[in-house]
């Protein structure tokens, strides 16, 4: 079951520009975590934000939780070639539930 | 170095071959899952583990197997393979299953085929 959805699927840019990648959700939760992966490679924790939480920042990457829409959103300013990944959210259900679900993930692209 | 290992990294076999995944990690986690990854469907949790000898099944368990005899490894078995089967399967661990700190960490992932 797919809980946490990312948009848009696919996001083109410039070097330096930013970047922003929305998930929403349907059920409520207790966090939300959003993972890097590079192509073919495991998944990179980024960020964990907790439902009371509205915002969190990590270097040049900013959290925010809407919990009142069931959406969260992903900034990466400032943008590298490094940069370059898929990014997936990850819902862990309020309710007892044990299974963090992932969506599809955003692919971003950073040209240099 | 707190890692999650997996082995193989690479499997082409053929169908009914029984095979195991392996997946091992250093860090005295006590919760540990696995994944598959499909093109247009992304991570699908197949099993997960809340400790030794406690296992559950995730949204799509049907064709796997896992235990867990120690903490540190959660083997995925594959009693007989199938083509749908083909998929790219991550393990993850976790220091736990609390609200703060269920952040995953992922094995480099197995790319298996399945002829």
């Known amino acids: 079951s797919q809980q946490g959805e990312e948009d848009p699927q696919a996001l083109s840019i410039q070097e330096g520009e930013n970047a922003t990648m929305n998930c929403s959700y349907k059920t409520s939760i207790n966090n939300l975590q959003w993972y890097r992966q590079n192509s073919g490679r495991g998944l990179v924790h980024l960020i964990l934000?907790?439902?009371?939480?509205r915002e969190k920042h990590s270097g040049r990457l900013r959290v925010t939780l809407d919990t009142s829409k069931k959406s969260s959103s992903l900034l990466i300013t400032a943008s590298r070639a490094a940069d370059t990944a898929s990014y997936f959210c990850?819902?862990?259900?309020?309710?007892?539930?044990?299974?963090?679900?992932f969506g599809r993930g955003t692919s971003l692209i950073v040209h240099p | 170095e707190a890692q999650v290992t997996q082995n193989p990294r690479y499997l082409i076999t053929v169908t009914g071959k029984k095979l195991t995944v392996t997946c091992s990690q250093n860090?005295?986690?006590?919760?540990m899952s696995w994944y598959r990854q499909d093109p247009g469907l992304g991570l699908r949790q197949i099993y997960y583990?809340?400790?030794?000898?406690?296992?559950d099944k995730g949204d799509v368990p049907e064709g796997y197997k896992v235990s867990r005899k120690e903490k540190r490894n959660f083997p995925l078995i594959l009693e007989s393979p199938s083509p749908n089967q083909t998929s790219l399967y991550f393990c993850?661990?976790?220091?736990?299953?609390?609200?703060?700190?269920?952040?995953?960490?992922f094995g480099p992932g197995t790319r298996l085929t399945v002829l």
């Open positions: 993850a661990s976790s220091l736990s299953l609390k609200i703060s700190t269920d952040t995953q960490y």
């Open positions: 934000i907790r439902s009371n939480e």
């Open positions: 990850a819902t862990r259900a309020s309710g007892g539930s044990y299974i963090p679900t």
């Open positions: 583990s809340m400790n030794v000898e406690v296992t």
């Open positions: 860090m005295n986690h006590e919760y």
